[in-house]
């Protein structure tokens, strides 16, 4: 199960810290990563961590966004920096590649966490 945090209202220009959380006998996550989706578009991917710690951003991101994780306590966070109104969608994190005690899971998906951007 994943949980994720740290969504709100901000105005362009300012950060937010989204932060997510894999729960339940987790033994290993390959990648982890958060997705968007804004109203009446599809879901996209913003960034991904591999398990190495290994980055890729979306175009619309890079420079601005900044995502970690922290395999010990199997998190991930994504640090948006100078927001735009066009960064306004619900986030989505996202873990592949799941072992765990009671089996291997492909992807798990946490809830999504609404960031609005606006003056």
């Known amino acids: 199960q994943l949980q994720a945090s740290g969504g709100g209202l901000v105005q362009p220009g300012e950060s937010l810290r989204l932060s997510c959380g894999a729960s339940?006998?987790?033994?290993?996550?390959?990648?982890m990563g958060w997705f968007r989706q804004a109203p009446g578009k599809q879901r996209e991917l913003v960034a991904s961590i591999g398990s190495d710690r290994r980055t890729a951003y979306a175009d619309s991101v890079n420079g601005r966004f900044t995502i970690s994780r922290d395999n010990a306590k199997n998190t991930v966070a994504l640090q948006m920096n100078s927001l735009k109104a066009e960064d306004t969608a619900v986030y989505y994190c996202n873990a592949k590649g799941v072992t765990t005690s009671f089996g291997w899971y492909r992807e798990v998906w946490g809830q999504g966490t609404l960031v609005t951007v606006s003056s």
């Open positions: 339940g006998s987790i033994l290993r996550i390959d990648a």
